[in-house]
């Protein structure tokens, strides 16, 4: 049993915690400010774009960052007051 979970996670995609200075670069090339584009450890595969219905160019030039690196982006499209 122990042989086969071992094997398993041997299988499991590990993704690199980037760092602060280096999101923040792909932060500033993309037009965003540097705070709003974070990772977090517990779901190192998503890159958080903090920024409420992104420009579609700035939202690309994120996504085209972090695909290649196995990463989703998750964005906020819109936000509505509640009544």
Known sequence: MAVFSLALSACAPRYPMYSAGEL??????????????????ALPAALFLLTVSPFADQLACVENWAHPRGMRVVYVDSLEAAN
């Open 24 to 41: 923040a670069g792909v932060a500033r090339g993309c037009g965003v400010a540097e705070a709003e584009l974070i990772q977090d450890r």
